[in-house]
């Protein structure tokens, strides 16, 4: 029996991969697990039935069998943790590997988010022109020492891993912002992690819901 996911039934990024369904996709696809799909609209996010799976409303979550997870996150690590191909056999580099899964979350993605809140959100607040770069700095900062410890490497830390799934997933949620193009390495990074067939398999699945929602 394949795991069951959720997603949005109309997604608010019109199907540009930047729901966090797209990162549970991708680790399924990279490992080889089929999976089904129950898509939700916001009214059923806020219904009982999908509160009992993940208590505040949102998407993605994850139900196989007698489990069921909410976030992304720890979906990711749950599939990398039961599937080969996402997480080093030595204990190290596997420790290693979740550590960047943490990063990605804790570290990078807070600021990022912080921008989409300024630029979208907020911008008609009196002190949204003033917040902004002050948002966009820190990002630069975080972006700055990733370059850093990234070097001329192909992946963060060896061979590719659900730390880079993450951290791509994380740093893709700035490509209309224009902030990567600073950063060729990081922006090099992002584009192999695209590049790889489980992301595109996931990609298209992910923007075929949206076309089939609005008909196109």
């Known amino acids: 029996m394949s795991p069951t996911i959720t997603a949005f039934r109309n997604s608010p ?8 369904d797209m990162r549970v996709r991708w680790a399924l696809e990279e490992v080889g697990q089929p999976y089904e799909v ?57 420790a290693r590997a979740i550590s960047w899964m943490f990063a990605a979350l804790s570290t990078l993605e807070p600021p990022i988010l912080d921008l989409t809140i300024a630029r979208l959100v907020e911008h008609d607040k009196p002190w949204a022109e003033a917040r902004l770069p002050l948002v966009e700095d820190r990002i630069r900062g975080r972006l700055g ?14 061979a590719f891993s659900a730390g880079d799934l993450m951290m791509i997933s994380v740093l893709f949620r700035l490509s209309p912002s224009g902030l990567l193009d600073d950063y ?14 489980a992301y595109k398999r996931a990609f298209d699945a992910q923007l075929a819901v949206f076309k089939a929602a609005s008909g196109g």
């Open 13 to 20: 990024d019109r199907g540009r991969g930047l729901a966090r």
């Open 38 to 94: 129950r898509l939700v609209s916001f009214d059923e996010m806020k219904d009982a039935a999908h509160r009992a799976v993940h208590p505040f409303g949102q998407i993605p979550t994850y139900e196989d069998g007698d489990l069921a997870l909410f976030e992304s996150g720890a979906i990711v690590l749950h599939i990398a943790e039961r599937h080969a191909g996402l997480l080093p056999d030595d204990a190290g580099a596997r």
């Open 184 to 197: 060729p390495s990081l922006a090099a990074y992002v584009a192999r992690g695209e590049a790889r067939p």
């Open 145 to 158: 020492e990733l370059a850093d410890r990234l070097g001329d490497g192909e992946w963060l830390d060896g």
